[in-house]
């Protein structure tokens, strides 16, 4: 098969039949003022950049009022890319409609990047809103000076300077050319609007991307193209820390369209980002590439890793989640020896969890000159120079790192190893190269989520009220990735949901055992608070029952009375937060319980014979999340979901409609978790490969209806992408006792229950 | 050399028979809305119409398209006006969007077969979409939408 392309000026290409959403082009740096620049500036300008105005790096505006603003942040669903510049076109006063978005390429100048953990509008927030009031006090100056009248008596209306005593205005536009060459105020001289005169924050707009996504015009990862590119597909190490011994590539060499085999060295450890190593097979088009490998025979050295058996490692998690811990937070005397009378015990279990976003990995990467242009489906560009920097050894400045649409994340493509393959590739074979993954290489070569084990235990008092607690779990943790002797878990995963037990009990003790990693461990959407949320908010549930009280009540009595929980002495990093910013207060707690049992009509719901109502409330990424959910189970054991009530805190929202989705998207993630998440190994090569063998909610097994309510709140802005899944997971699974009178005590259900 | 219509531009390609249609159209046509997913016909991100039957194209030989007229995402509607995009719009349906090429590839012959989908019909047609996202409650609300312009006139 030959491959057919348009060659064309533009360095990176569409077909013949798209619409270019991208334009690349030789760029000039140039001096930026900016109140965040630091470091060199990239080989690299942003439309805000060329603009004739350009206070700072996130927004520019040319002489016809075009304003562009920069999406720093990566998109993969979120709505981060209208999100986060509609806060800076509130405060400029921009009229939306008159507003671009220029996606903005890996650069440290723009402060971090990392579209990840939930922190994107908290972290930039502020940011956004003093590049806008900048700019906009710019403006004001420049009409002020053109009219030679006091700036106070100038204001700003949509996309105007107005002096209201002579009623004279004048365009953005019109002033750009002035405004640049103005000083850039200090921060202390900006003021930003008061809430009620908010244009866009709170009330949202819709993605600017909407039209592109849905006529196949958006360009993902998959969807680059260079001139003069080679495909390459890789088989990696089917153990963790493999190495190739032979390669005999001569049936390879035969498949029409393949054009050689390059070897990758393994990682040096700790793998960190670095390429697994492997066999890449070179090809002029996907499918050849893909059909070679099959040709491949290679023998590998498996490494130590080639005994790790998960059935085993379940057995042994829950055995260390036995013995006593390392001590991560202690209430009262919970030193002393654990009551014997009246004592609940349980064992919870979550196995490894794969990503699986719909785009599987795939990374665009030119070497030329020693620089490195990449283009990626990454939601942490700046990661991107890192390892490819390292890998080639070359600097970081000289590796421009494009982002393109992400068909997904999930966490996963914050890990750019399949970027410095592309990278690598490209520098040992003199072109652009192409690294597609297949969809089972992306389920087997995953950081995947940890597994992990929960030993939780209580002892109560006649009314069912714990008054000692323990709880233990015991995980690989992602720091393994890091440093390979790393066997406790870190602090900011055990401040997931476990450190930060909200229960307002007399003797509380929170332990963490060792566990030793076998595969790459990493974050997944919601990350340590998907199994630490399990086991408490079941366990809790299971407490409940066992009082004959009601969950909700019984909560809220756990819970006690709204107060600010106090660490003092114990490590809570709280997301990477201030703590005085974003305290845990469990009064916002109580809020979204309140709420999500008056919507819901909690007080009403009658559980029956394969019908329940389960409930659950956690606190993640410093938002406040309550939810019930509604199961249905018929006598063949299929599980229908009904509806879905949430109610989230999630302090000040700049766009509602972008939450619900979130929260809707967030109870499917946890459907799939808790019915047939699970990623197995024998020999230490992972068991599964694709959706057929780790299926994922389709259609009629996802929640049919999804409510969400939004607590209004002045609160500084929360995450929002990723609270949804933890209070969802045990929500369904006190829902399917509540049905079945069956505890769901090891996810997912697929393999530990009756249901399919 | 292996004939067929794409988006009603005639095209002819020299191209080994057995080559899945999917890479065909990404690589060789250019046209990129169809996307790859799995592979296996699991999750039916690279659906396309061949005579206006849904078809994942990662597991259709280029061979079985031949002399066929097939659609693909950027030949839903020159203009964004096919009622399932409009509806999509309305809705906010995508999240990332990668699998949208295919939902509404799905959906647009669900639509043309029972112009008055109920949930059943749409859980049965859309059932091998997935969207790891999870878009589905509006992709639901998106179709009965679109099925609801249909039904007033004024839309295709």
Redesign the interface.
Known sequence: ????E?VSRRKFL?????AGAFVLAVRHARFIPSILAQGAPLDWQSEADRAAFHPNLFVGIQPDGTVYIIAHRS?????IRTSLPLVLADELDADWKRVKIDQGIGDKRYGDQNTDGSQSVRRFFTTMRECGATARLMLLQAAAARWNVPAAECSTELHVVVHKASGRRLAYGDLAADASHLPVPKKEDLQLKKPADWRYIGKGA??V????????????G??ARMEGMVYASIEHPPVFGGKVKTVDDQETLKV?GVRQTVSIDPFKPPAAFQPLGGVAVIAD???AA?QGRKKLKITWDNGPNETYDSAEYKKELRETSHKPGKVIRSVGDSDKTFPTENVVEADYYVPLLAH?????LVALAEFKDGKVTAWAPTQNPQAVQAIVSSQLGIAKEDVVCHVT??????GRKSKPDYVAEAAVLSKKLGRPVKV?W??EDDVQFDYYNAVAAMYMKAAVDEKGKPTAWLQRSVFPPISSIFDVTQVYGDPPHLAQGWTDLPYDLPSIRIENGPAQAHVRIGWLRSVANIYHGFAVQCFTDELAHRAHRDPVEYQLDLIGPPRTLDFTGVTYPNYGADYKTYPWETGRLRGVIESVAEKSGWAKKKNGKGHGFGFAAHRSFLTYVATVVEVEISDDGTIRIPRVDTAVDAGIVVNP?ALR??F??????GTSIVRTGEITAKNGIIQQS???DYP?????E?????NVYITESSAPPAGVGEPGVPPFVAAFCNAIFAATGKRVRDLPLSSNGNFD | MIGFSVNGKRVDLEVDPSTPLLWVIREQLGLTGTKYGCGVAQCGACTVHINGEAVRSCVAPVSRAAGTSVTTIEGLSPDLSHPLQRAWLEEDVPQCGYCQSGQLMSAAVLLREKPAPSDEDIDEAMTGNICRCGTYPRIRKAIHRAAEMVAKGGAR
């Not at chain 1, 991307?209 to 993902?220: R, S």
């Not at chain 1, 699986?356 to 599987?360: L, N």
């Not at chain 1, 809707?664 to 993630?669: D, K, L, N, P, T």
């Not at chain 1, 996802?702 to 999804?706: I, V």
């Open positions: 098969m030959t491959q057919i348009n569409q077909g013949a039949f798209g998109e993969m669903g979120t709505v819709k993605s991307d909407l039209e592109n996504l849905c006529t196949g015009k958006a360009v993902f998959m969807d029409a088009n996907t499918w893909f699986t976003p719909m785009e599987p649409f992400l068909g997904g994340g999930f597609v297949k969809r409609e989705a979130q809707e998207g967030a109870a499917v993630f694709n959706f057929n994922v909610a389709r259609i009629h996802a929640p049919a209806h999804t």
